[in-house]
Structures are given as structure tokens and as C-alpha cells.
């Protein structure tokens, strides 16, 4: 089990927009991180924080929160964003060193 | 640019011992944290526990706590993982990872560890 809970897969149609969640109790204080990882690959980041994305990451990979649900949405999704998504924040031990990932979501983009 | 460049892959028999590195460049590696991450086949991301090679403080996510031993070296910008007695459910690969306050944000590019009679 995990202390932060995604839904295990996603679907979304080409050029429609999608949102990936994320819940935890940790949420309520801290924010989620987000992670695209394709087979084969390591994960990278694709945001953080309230809503910042590196350099080098489309504009259509957006952030939200609202109490203990994070949100990872992408708007105008492309074949290739098609990848496993996870989230990753603070353990609800309330511990700063504490971290945790959530299961993961698949998204298939038809 | 930031690297984090770890061993390759391994081998080993169930019972035998194991250290597998990281070695950053493009950074101060005495200042950022470094985190273990584990994924087992088919599986998702598990944190494993964190060091901050400055002054070695280590923190270990509880499922890994006595499984594993973390360890850094400044001196050679390098973290490393280690078993004493590697078991077949230690079959994974294991990423390292630079953490900031909020994100880890590069990644190595893992290292497959085998284990198998």
C-alpha cells in the first residue's frame, strides 16, 4: 500500500485534455511532484511544486491542489505523452526526509 | 549539465553481497540529497531512503530500513547501495536520484540488479 493513491490507469483521446490524481493526507500540507516514465527509461520530471515545470517541458503539462488530492493535467495530449505517471510528495509520517510515490497511472493515448 | 551516472549492471547469487555507486558531475554533490529509488519489474517507484553527502545524514523509507545501507562520498562525488545478503525479491532496477526541497529532479540511469541461484 501507499500513502498516496493514483488511479492505476487513464485513458484519453488524441488532442483531448486529461487529469491525473494523486490523494494523500500528506497532500493537505505539502506538494506533489510528477513523474513521466516511458518503458525502457527512467523516470523524469515533468512538474513541481505549486505549478512549475523544467526546462524543456511542453506548456500543457499543468498542476493543481485541493486538499488531499494533487492534479497533473494535460491539455492537447500527444502520442507521446503516452507513459507511466507518478506522483511523489512527504509521507504522512509528518517526517521532512520521509518521501513517497504514489502507485502510478498508466496513460494510453488513443 | 547536472549527471548522475551509476554502475552497471550485476549479477549475484542469493546470500552474496552487493555495492552498486552514482557518481554526480555538473553540481556541487556535497549540497544537493541524493535518493535511492527502487522499481521491480512490472512495478511502480519505491522510495528507498535519502542521504545528504555533506555530512552523510541518512534517513531510510521504514520498508528498507536493515534491508539496505546507504553511503556517500564527497570526496569522489559519489552515493552507493549496498546488501550484505542479497535475497531473489531484491531483483529490481535501482535508480539514484538528486532531491531538491520539493522535487527530485535528475535521474540516473539505473542499475539493473539480478538475483538468482
Known amino acids: 500500500s501507499s500513502d498516496l493513491t493514483q488511479d492505476p490507469a487513464v485513458s484519453v483521446a488524441l488532442g483531448q485534455t486529461v487529469r491525473i490524481t494523486c490523494q494523500g493526507d500528506s497532500l493537505r500540507n505539502y506538494y506533489a511532484s510528477w513523474y513521466q516514465q516511458k518503458p525502457g527509461q527512467a523516470p523524469v520530471l515533468v512538474l513541481y511544486g505549486r505549478n512549475s515545470r523544467p526546462s524543456g517541458i511542453p506548456d500543457r503539462f499543468s498542476g493543481s491542489s485541493s486538499g488531499n488530492t494533487a492534479s497533473l493535467t494535460i491539455t492537447g495530449a500527444q502520442a507521446e505523452d503516452e507513459a507511466d505517471y507518478y506522483c511523489n510528495s512527504r509521507d504522512s509520517s509528518g517526517n521532512l526526509l520521509q518521501w513517497v510515490f504514489g502507485g502510478g497511472t498508466k496513460l494510453t493515448v488513443l | ?117
Open chain 2, 1 to 117: 549539465e547536472v549527471q548522475l551516472v551509476q554502475s552497471g549492471a550485476e549479477v549475484r547469487k542469493p546470500g552474496e553481497s552487493l555495492k552498486i555507486s552514482c557518481k554526480g558531475s555538473g553540481y556541487s554533490f556535497a549540497s544537493y540529497w541524493i535518493a535511492w529509488v527502487r522499481q521491480r519489474p512490472g512495478n511502480g517507484l519505491e522510495w528507498m531512503g535519502i542521504i545528504f553527502p555533506g555530512n552523510s545524514n541518512i534517513k531510510y523509507s521504514p520498508s528498507f530500513q536493515g534491508r539496505v545501507t546507504i553511503s556517500a562520498d564527497k570526496s569522489i562525488s559519489s552515493a552507493y547501495l549496498q546488501w550484505s545478503s542479497l535475497e531473489a525479491s531484491d531483483t529490481a532496477m535501482y535508480y539514484c536520484a538528486r532531491s531538491g526541497p520539493e522535487e527530485v529532479d535528475h535521474w540516473g540511469q539505473g542499475t539493473l540488479v539480478t538475483v538468482s541461484s
